[in-house]
């Protein structure tokens, strides 16, 4: 693909991977456009995806959200920091901005006056978690998407199927990520009951599902 200079931009086709390098990312990344963006880069390929969420997509995603901030409430001894749709990179070969970012631990990033507003995975370590609330693009998120975060070696990757209301969670083991039924980032908190969460939306919001989930993790502790 061709970026042109200066304040214009070609802008390749959305939704699907297409060969670039570092450059043509970097200059995609940091052209003037207004418009809402979310880039990934992974070794010579790259996905661009604009324009703002979809009414699933966005319900689900605030749902995890709140579901995040259940489980840091019920476990105060742990810190919790979330960064969904954070851009991450590590410098010339990968980048993404996953839907979910979490991080466990006081050593996550902080932003310093100066600097780009973005995670630079050569200075901070990688997130504990990463998901893709997938409405459109399940295919590419247990596919291109899911060997990105398994080359960044995140320990925990979730898929979220808007549509078919499923959490297809993955862990990483030697390098390679496994399907797994509790999350290793939530002290064993079971998929199935995220899944439940996910399910009370078709008669219910996105806050009465995130009580119910609350009272449940309540009730097992």
């Not at 670039?20 to 995806?49: K, N, S």
């Not at 920091?81 to 954070?86: D, I, K, M």
């Not at 996953?98 to 780009?116: A, C, S």
């Amino acid at each position: 693909m061709s970026i042109a200079p200066q304040t214009s931009v070609t802008i390749p086709p959305l939704h699907q991977w297409i060969a670039a390098t570092w450059a043509d990312y970097v200059a995609l990344r940091d052209a003037p456009i207004q418009e809402r963006m979310r880039l990934f880069f992974d070794r010579g390929r790259m996905w661009l995806d604009m324009g703002g969420e979809g009414i699933n997509h966005s319900q689900v995603s605030d749902l995890m959200t709140m579901l995040f901030l259940c489980w840091a409430v019920q476990h105060p001894e742990q810190m919790y920091n979330s960064f969904g749709r954070c851009l991450l990179e590590k410098p010339e070969t990968q980048a993404c901005a996953p839907d979910l970012v979490l991080y466990l631990g006081e050593d996550y990033p902080r932003w310093r006056e100066g600097e780009p507003r973005r995670i630079d995975l050569s200075r901070w370590r990688v997130p504990n978690l990463v998901g893709e609330i997938a409405d459109t693009t399940l295919a590419s998120d247990l596919d291109q998407k899911k060997h990105l975060y398994e080359a960044l070696e995140i320990p925990e990757y979730w898929a979220i199927d808007v549509r078919g209301r499923r959490i297809f969670a993955f862990e990483l083991q030697s390098g390679k990520y496994e399907v797994c039924t509790h999350s290793q980032a939530l002290s064993g908190l079971p998929i199935a009951l995220l899944e439940q969460a996910i399910d009370r939306l078709v008669e219910g919001t996105n806050t009465s599902a995130a009580a119910w989930f609350s009272q449940q993790i309540q009730a097992a502790e």
